[in-house]
């Protein structure tokens, strides 16, 4: 048993971590050497703010130590921080994240607040392909309450983290009264969740006792939702007479040799395959306004996320394709990094 004296104290060890970070490269790190500390020991900031220049009790000590450095030396190796954390962020909702899908962006928001903002109707029925983690595809499902959201994507190691995601995020949402998922095909992968939401003031009023008992037939106030997740080379698996009011796409639009130049947490960490747009970037742009025009509704529409810089180049592609009203939205930052565009043949 160590003497109290001989224990390192929380600022010590928060401090150790940083050091270790910032030599590695790490641009923010304090910041990540906190969230590698706090996962590490299950404190918050209030306790440590508190605790601080306190020794860290020896039996939290010998739980979170050799976690604690561990991760602090896979951070200094540049694996990204939210793969050692296991999730990051998005849309107010925190989503699980692995080395099999593309870490979820801020930039991203700006796709999914423009088809929240844009398609009120929820009874639509939207496509996410390229899913990845399924951040888009849910957020959509969960915040946009549609009739049924699709989450595509080539990956069957990224689906299951969409799988996760879904089951925890969609299926357990404010105002379920039931919900249900199953395997429905295993060639092509395919996976239904549904879940039936009660509005309670709704049933009450109608009294729909059965609704908030989790009975939802014939109950005034429940509506069932639906997501569904496919195994598919973009459209190639997918039935062929499946249309959707809305198609989503964050797809891969790096050039391949721009892939090299980019910080070792994505070069060297993220899937290739989630980030390799082929050699100009707009590889899968094309195909995708070939295709979705197959698979929309009269008068659907398609929102894709591009670069920064793309945005001219991807309108004329859906131009050339017989798409029209065109536009670019801006992110946060004000740059371009969303194309919007609808199917009126």
């Not at 089951?167 to 009264?177: A, D, E, M, S, Y």
């Amino acid at each position: 048993m160590q003497r109290e004296e001989e224990l390192p104290a929380w600022r010590g060890l928060l401090e150790a971590g940083s050091r270790t970070l910032a030599r590695a490269g790490i641009g923010e790190a304090d910041l990540d050497a906190w969230y590698l500390l706090s996962k590490a020991f299950g404190i918050d900031r209030a306790y440590y703010y508190m605790e601080q220049n306190r020794p860290v009790p020896e039996g939290r000590l010998a739980k979170g130590y050799e976690v604690y450095c561990s991760n602090i030396e896979k951070r200094a190796k540049r694996i990204p921080l939210q793969q050692i954390l296991g999730n990051q962020d998005f849309m107010g909702m925190t989503f699980s994240v692995n080395e099999h899908v593309l870490i979820p962006r801020q930039d991203t928001e700006t796709l999914v607040e423009a088809v929240l903002r844009e398609f009120p109707d929820k009874e639509l029925s939207v496509l996410d392909m390229c899913t990845g983690s399924g951040c888009i595809a849910v957020s959509l499902a969960v915040l946009g309450g549609y009739r049924i959201v699709t989450a595509a994507d080539i990956s069957r190691e990224a689906l299951k983290v969409a799988k996760k995601n879904a089951k925890r995020l969609f299926l357990i949402q404010r105002g379920t009264v039931r919900s249900e998922s199953f395997l429905v095909s295993e060639t092509p992968w395919r996976y239904e969740l549904k879940t039936y939401l009660a509005d309670r003031q709704t049933a009450a009023k109608a009294g729909s006792l059965k609704a908030l008992n989790g009975q939802p037939g014939g109950a005034s106030g429940i509506r069932e939702r639906r997501m569904v997740l496919l195994e598919s080379n973009l459209f190639r698996d997918m039935d062929r007479d499946a249309c959707f009011d809305v198609i989503v796409a964050n797809p891969p639009y790096i050039p391949t040799n721009v892939i090299e130049e980019l910080e070792p947490e994505v070069r060297d960490y993220e899937p290739r395959l989630a980030l390799d747009g082929q050699e100009d970037g707009l590889h899968f742009y094309r195909v995708l306004a070939l295709e979705c025009s197959k698979h929309l509704t009269r008068g659907g529409a398609v929102l894709f996320e591009i670069g920064y810089d793309q945005a001219e180049r991807v309108r004329r592609i859906l131009r050339i394709a017989g798409f029209g009203r065109i536009e670019t939205i801006q992110d946060s930052a004000g740059l371009d990094r969303v194309v919007k565009a609808r199917w009126n043949r």
